[in-house]
């Protein structure tokens, strides 16, 4: 197959195209060239996805027989897109998001495909610290919405894949290394006091096997599909699994969240208590795409072995001390012996 891939340069990108030339396909890749290393196989075309002319002119009048966009952002990135490659593409594949889920009033959980249809909530405050979030399902939203909308017009034939939290080594928001080097240190982790979401969440390399299996076999087209693990994970459990693994204990110290908003700590301190956190039931792409994503505990290991060697980001030493200061305000909880089970 000669496949498109928008974006691809960071995170799930790279490794999709790795796996698709390994496959003997064959990959372009538009995108901007200011993240990511792609292999030298890879043929690269140079742009912003956001300026449509600039996609026009990079892609010329070329065909494909399938296309990944894993960047579209807004519903003009996909009406653009769906402009210029209806009837030069034979199967289109939209990343999307849990969230578009999270902006239904009111918001399902788990969250099956048919529970996209229904009413929205309002946007919050635009002082709001989630407004972004909101946003960012809006108009996630919106894409889907086109595409949906383009299937139905003229059978313009792509898949929307409903991702929830993907982790891995590498994920640029460090999500996981956020665990990692607070309990690698020995302090106190700082965690909302309310009650977090389940986590469902998903490997890297199982979205890049379920993305490849679509364009293989060219099933899905005009559908939507959730992809996340089966199980679900308490935020205590997961805090426990990683410390476990790290063979060190966990000490939590719960604060209001608005408080470790306003003081800047969240959502760094525990960015998987994050109320914006989808849960997906994962069971239409089980059955229609025989999608099967493995255990969470069965990539962590690998994951938590590599992220010891990371070298921390920029500004974790003084945002660490902030949290010190305000983990001891007040008496620290610790895990019981129970929850430190992974």
């Known amino acids: ?102 902006v239904r009033d009111p918001c399902p959980s788990p969250a099956r495909e048919e529970d996209y249809a229904g009413p929205l909530a309002p946007a919050p405050p635009e002082a709001a610290w989630d407004v972004g979030e909101w946003r960012y399902g809006i108009e996630k939203r919106e894409c889907e919405d086109a595409l949906a909308e383009a299937w139905s017009a003229r059978r313009f034939p792509a898949t929307r894949l409903r991702l ?46 379920a993305v490849v299996g679509i364009l293989e076999s060219g099933t899905g087209k005009g559908a939507a599909f959730n992809l996340a693990q089966d199980e679900a994970w308490s935020h205590g459990e997961l805090v426990a699994a990683i410390a476990a693994r790290l063979g060190v204990r966990a000490h939590t110290v719960p604060r209001p969240l608005a408080g470790l908003v306003e003081a800047g700590a969240f959502p760094a301190c525990a960015p998987l208590a994050h109320p914006w956190m989808s849960v997906l039931e994962p069971g239409r792409a089980a059955r229609e795409l025989g999608f099967r994503p493995g255990r969470f505990e069965d990539w962590l290991q690998e994951t938590v072995d590599r992220l010891v060697e990371r070298p921390a980001p920029e500004g974790y030493a003084a945002l660490r001390a902030r949290e010190r200061a305000l983990a001891e305000r007040g008496p620290a909880s610790r895990l019981s012996d129970r929850d430190a089970a992974p």
């Not at 000669?2 to 999709?16: A, E, M």
Request: glycine share 12%; aromatic share 4%; with cysteine.
């Open 1 to 102: 197959m000669r496949v498109l891939v928008i974006g691809g340069t960071r995170f799930v990108g790279p490794r999709l195209v790795r796996s698709l030339l390994d496959r003997g396909h064959a990959v372009t890749a538009f995108h901007r060239g200011r993240t990511g290393q792609l292999p030298p196989a890879a043929e690269r075309l140079l742009g912003d996805r956001t300026d449509p002319a600039a996609l026009a002119a990079a892609l010329g009048g070329r065909s494909f027989d399938a296309c990944v966009d894993t960047i579209a952002m807004r519903g003009a990135d996909t009406i653009a897109a769906i402009d210029l490659l209806d009837g030069r593409v034979d199967h289109y594949v939209h990343f999307s998001t849990g969230q578009v889920y999270l």
């Open 164 to 209: 929830t939290m993907i982790h891995g080594d590498d994920d640029p928001r460090g999500r996981i290394q956020a665990y990692v080097l607070r309990l690698m240190d020995g302090g106190p982790l700082l965690v909302p006091h309310e009650p977090s979401p389940p986590i469902r969440p998903i490997h890297a390399g199982a979205v890049v096997d």
